[in-house]
């Protein structure tokens, strides 16, 4: 497991805890810390956590309501703890965080509700997030980030072709 996808997991389970106990957003940060000293204690990137979590809350009427457009058929209330915060940290980095890549947004959320979610959590988690994805491209809400990473891909294809035209006129 990444480092960053240990660090995801420590802060969807902070917001479960949170949320369970329906506790103050204040109390979201000492349950945060908490479980970093916990379970994370040993990892060096500090700062994405706490501003994973903070960026959660900051957003949080936001994404919330964002969930309520986008699943229209799950009241909020009604979708299990660990999906609805699973969701949370999915649109705060898919909508809300510049550096983190649309699409490692949405695969970090899948891969979190196949390992803690429901038989269906996936599916449902890729069908809400893939959604607001749409929307935002049809929106012209393109992240700065994922206009690179095409440009990126494209320049290692074209080194291995160069390599490969390279070793073909050698051998």
Do not use: C
């Not at 660090?7 to 957003?25: A, G, H, I």
């Not at 109390?27 to 990137?45: G, M, P, R, V, W």
């Not at 309501?65 to 969701?87: H, K, S």
């Amino acid at each position: 497991m990444g480092t960053r996808h240990l660090l995801r997991t420590v802060v969807m389970q902070s917001l479960y805890q949170w949320d369970f106990n329906k506790e103050s957003k204040e109390k979201f940060f000492l349950i945060l810390k908490e479980n970093l000293k916990e379970f994370a204690s040993n990892t060096e990137d500090k700062n994405f956590p706490i501003d994973l979590g903070e960026g959660v809350m900051e957003h949080l009427k936001e994404i919330d309501e964002l969930i309520r457009t986008y699943a229209p058929a799950w009241p909020i209330e009604q979708i299990t703890i660990v999906d609805r915060n699973i969701l949370r940290i999915g649109i705060y980095e898919l909508k809300f965080d510049p550096a983190i890549p649309s699409k490692v947004a949405i695969n970090e959320a899948i891969e979190m509700a196949k390992a803690f979610g429901g038989e269906s959590s996936g599916r449902f988690i890729n069908g809400v997030l893939g959604a607001i994805y749409k929307d935002m491209q049809r929106k012209g809400e393109i992240k700065k980030i994922d206009l690179e990473a095409p440009q990126k891909e494209s320049r290692k294809e074209e080194e291995k072709e160069k390599k490969k035209e390279g070793e073909e006129e050698t051998g």
